[in-house]
T-cell receptor, first 112, second 112 residues
């Protein structure tokens, strides 16, 4: 069974640009959640989607948004990039219920 | 707000010794407590988890204990090996969501 797949693995963007990251969950998983990982702030929750509906949202500015498609694949978008958005963005998927979540390898975003 | 404290931030042990990492959570609604291992350049990997109706769980050299009253949970690794060297994260989660609150991580170094 394939794991959680995130694309691209690495990305370099310029301040002010926008970026879209993609996450394909494990087959059969209906929940996708996103996290930002930085050395200073650690792992912080961005948002969670379940069956195309945003179920939870973390404390990030409106420049961070996401969506989930009918096939459970998810995308997150960051507009008007700032240097501080440089981070490893991780996606996790789960089947729902009180079950474990599995993480992808992440997308390393560098803003210059 | 929701918070998970994790100690120590770094831990060095000799190969064959035991390692203990401790976490404290604040949200009384939390009922699921996973531990993740993250190696350089990779996403977090689930190594063990415990639910609030259980006080202890063991899987070979790894064990986790939970004290709901004190809101403490701990990871115990026995007979450590060099390949156990990584960053370990604890997390807490409330029912019906994949929103994890992560600890700040412990960098474990196992010295050969």
């Amino acid at each position: 069974k394939a794991g959680v797949t995130q694309t691209p693995r690495y990305l370099i963007k310029t301040r002010g640009q926008q970026v879209t990251l993609s996450c394909s969950p494990i087959s059969g998983h209906r929940s996708v959640s996103w996290y930002q990982q930085t050395p200073g702030q650690g792992l912080q929750f961005l948002f969670e989607y379940f069956s195309e509906t945003q179920r939870n949202k973390g404390n990030f500015p409106g420049r961070f948004s996401g969506r989930q498609f009918s096939n459970s694949r998810s995308e997150m978008n960051v507009s008007t990039l700032e240097l501080g958005d440089s981070a490893l963005y991780l996606c996790a998927s789960g089947p729902g219920g009180n079950t474990e979540a599995f993480f992808g390898q992440g997308t390393r975003l560098t803003v210059v | 707000g929701e918070n998970v404290e994790q100690h120590p931030s770094t831990l060095s042990v000799q190969e064959g010794d035991s390692a203990v990492i401790k976490c404290t959570y604040s949200d009384s609604a939390s009922n699921y407590f996973p531990w993740y291992k993250q190696e350089l350049g990779k996403g977090p990997q689930l190594i063990i988890d415990i639910r609030s109706n259980v006080g202890e769980k063991k899987d070979q050299r790894i064990a986790v204990t939970l004290n709901k009253t004190a809101k403490h949970f701990s990871l115990h690794i026995t007979e450590t090996q060099p390949e156990d060297s990584a960053v370990y994260f604890c997390a807490a989660r409330a029912p019906g969501t994949y929103k994890y609150i992560f600890g700040t991580g412990t960098r474990l170094k196992v010295l050969a």
